[in-house]
């Protein structure tokens, strides 16, 4: 069985130890670290921790597993970027270019409800007329926690959490709904995976802030809101993000999620 694993700045609690060899995968299971990770790379027989964006497809095939997740308390790596102040904004088409289906889905949920700005287009091609006339720009991972060269930016979490009193759900663990021994040993995998992260976290954290030329202020902030199990909260913000980032989208919000905490099935 393959486990595929959106390596992202977000999730470098499961991305480092992995690609550092801190933690064997189990015998059977290759784990590929992928960036930007799309929907389509992902096969029916496959395990993910990815966008929850990705349910659009799975959600009849797969659970999600409560036990492995990235959640943004208030403070992302998901931000929006603007010329001028964003309530100068009203119509626009937005750059959606190397971001994640969370970003996507954060971005339809807020512009207009929290912001007023009208998205005339989402633009994933650069080479798209709207491109070079887009005024909000998402942009995710280490450039949303970078000081911006000029103009404004917004982090879209922030606004989720003003309109909902939520967090953001970024990525979550799909396994295939037919388990087998492989399942339950990702699931203990992951788990392990996460506990070496967070044990070493002094000494790889500043480390890829420093890397990635982010301020070590800035990342610890980020870090120190982030959570990476769910709890029925959390279920409930992933499911109500699905349904408002999907408004106006050819996609429906799932309506049938299964859950699995830990090994076991709700």
């Given amino acids: 069985m393959r486990l595929l694993i959106d390596d992202t700045f977000a999730t470098g609690t499961y991305t480092v130890p992995v690609a550092s060899g801190w933690v064997s995968p189990p015998a059977g299971i290759a784990v ?21 964006a990705t349910l659009s497809k799975f959600h009849g095939s797969h659970d999600v597993v409560s036990a492995v997740a990235v959640i943004a308390d208030g403070v992302s790596a998901i931000a929006m970027r603007t010329p001028v102040r964003p309530d100068d904004v009203d119509t626009t088409p ?13 971005a339809r949920a807020t512009l207009q409800p929290f912001y007023g700005i009208e998205a005339t287009g989402w633009v994933r091609d650069s080479q798209a007329p709207e491109a070079a006339r887009a005024q909000v720009v998402i942009v995710e991972g280490e450039e949303a926690l970078r000081e911006p060269e000029g103009g404004f930016s917004e982090d ?35 788990d392990a995976v996460r506990l070496e992260g967070l044990a070493r976290r002094r000494q790889w954290r500043p480390q890829l ?6 301020g070590r202020d800035r990342a610890s902030v980020f870090w120190t809101a982030q959570r990476l199990m769910m709890d029925d909260g959390d279920r409930r913000a992933m499911l109500d993000l699905l349904t408002k980032g999907s408004w106006g989208t050819s996609r429906a919000s799932p309506l049938q999620v299964r859950f699995r905490d830990g090994t076991g099935v709700d």
Avoid: K, M, N
């Fill in 32 to 52: 590929e670290v992928v960036a930007g990770l799309a929907v389509d790379a992902i096969g029916a027989g496959d395990s993910a921790l990815v966008s929850p």
């Fill in 94 to 106: 937005v750059r959606l270019l190397d971001v994640g289906g969370a970003a996507e889905l954060l």
């Fill in 156 to 190: 879209l979490s922030r606004a989720w959490f003003i309109l909902t009193a939520q967090p953001v759900v970024t990525h979550v663990l799909l396994v295939p709904r037919a388990g087998t021994a492989a399942t339950t040993d990702i699931i203990t995998f992951l």
């Fill in 209 to 214: 802030a420093d890397a990635l030329d982010i």
